[in-house]
C-alpha cells in the first residue's frame, strides 16, 4: 500500500490550505485514516482521525479550524485547514491503519511541509 500526500506549501497566518493523500488501495479497508504532524523538535502527534465508520475526532488546538474528510470513490483522505497559525507550522504525515488478524498494521505518507509564516 503507498499513500501519496501532497498539499503543503507557504501560507500566511489566517490563511488556508488542503492536504491531500491518495492511497493506492481502497481506502474501505483500513479501519481508520488519520493525519499527523511533526513541528520541528517535536515528536510526531496525530491532530485528526477519522473512522471506518466516518466518526471524526481531532486535538484541541485544531477543533474548529481542520476538517478531516474522505472520498471513497477517489481513495483521497483530505485535511481542510483554515484560520492557519504559526504553530500549525509542521511536516504533516497521512496514515491508514488495518488490522492483520489481531495485528496493527500502519501504512504512512511521505509527508508535506506546511509553513505559516508571514
Known amino acids: 500500500v503507498q499513500l501519496q500526500a501532497s498539499g503543503g506549501g507557504l501560507v500566511q497566518p489566517g490563511g488556508s490550505l488542503t492536504l491531500s493523500c491518495v492511497a493506492s488501495?481502497?481506502?474501505?479497508?483500513?479501519?481508520?485514516l488519520a493525519w499527523y504532524r511533526r513541528a520541528s523538535g517535536s515528536q510526531r502527534e496525530m491532530i485528526a482521525r477519522?473512522?471506518?465508520?466516518?466518526?471524526?475526532d481531532y486535538i484541541d488546538s485544531v477543533k474548529g479550524r481542520f476538517t478531516i474528510s474522505r472520498d471513497h470513490a477517489k481513495n483521497t483522505l483530505y485535511l481542510q485547514m483554515n484560520d492557519l497559525k504559526p504553530e500549525d507550522t509542521a511536516v504533516y504525515y497521512c496514515?491508514?491503519?488495518?488490522?492483520?488478524?489481531?495485528?496493527?498494521?500502519?501504512?504512512w505518507g511521505q509527508g508535506t511541509q506546511v509553513t505559516v509564516s508571514s
Open positions: 477519522i473512522t471506518h465508520g466516518g466518526k471524526a
Open positions: 496514515n491508514a491503519l488495518r488490522f492483520d488478524d489481531l495485528d496493527p498494521v500502519n501504512y
Open positions: 488501495r481502497s481506502i474501505r479497508d483500513f479501519v481508520t
